[in-house]
């Protein structure tokens, strides 16, 4: 698969090959759909919590008794029906969310999601990423010469450029993300997806060294 790289100017300076087993893989919704509920549900902190009936204070005494009185029959006032009663069916610290998916399933779905990225023209390619100081300006210019500024922008690192960090973070719909950290969520987050030809190498080299692939490819 033959791609354009840019340079930081925006120029197109050479074409590369991709690896088709990794960007031309055929899109499965329900796969991807999977993993990505996985990961929501997996960064839930799952610290709402309420106190039932057995937590509330209070409650030993029978409000009245049993009959004769004409109300209706009740045995503790920590009863949810009362005010300052429990809750019934709340949220507890006690529920789990976390949902395991098999390790080649995710890499599969990851390279669905790179897949369409290609296929629909979002990921930029650059021969490098590189910034003499870490200023806001030149990382704005830089989108700008790359037309992704209309849009929200992911920047895959081949390493930690704390350069390249600083002078994102204060930019609108923009993050940054090791190479080595690629996931299924933030990329669909994200309209564009930039990152240079070393940042492939260690995609490939971290998820995809040691797979076979038996998926249907993109002719």
Known sequence: MKYQVLNQEG????????????????????????IVVSQMSNKRAGTAHVKDRGDVRGGGKKPWRQKGLGKARHGSTRSPIWVGGGV???PTKEKN????????????????????????????????????????KIMTEIL???SCQKGSTLFALSSLDKDVIRATRNIPKTKTIQAKDLNCLDLLNFKFL??????IEIIKETFFKKIKHTYDIIN
Do not use: C, W, Y
């Open 144 to 146: 700008k010469n790359l």
């Open 11 to 34: 120029k197109k300076i050479k074409e590369t090959l991709l690896p088709k087993e990794i960007f031309g893989v055929k899109i499965n919704s329900n796969l991807v759909h999977q």
């Open 88 to 90: 019934s069916f709340g």
């Open 97 to 136: 969310f976390k949902k395991k998916i098999p390790k080649k399933m995710r890499r599969l779905a990851l390279s669905m999601v790179l897949s369409t990225k290609v296929n629909d023209k979002s990921m930029v390619l650059l021969d490098e990423l590189k910034i003499e100081k870490p200023k806001t």
């Open 194 to 199: 930039v990152m240079s030809e070393k940042s």
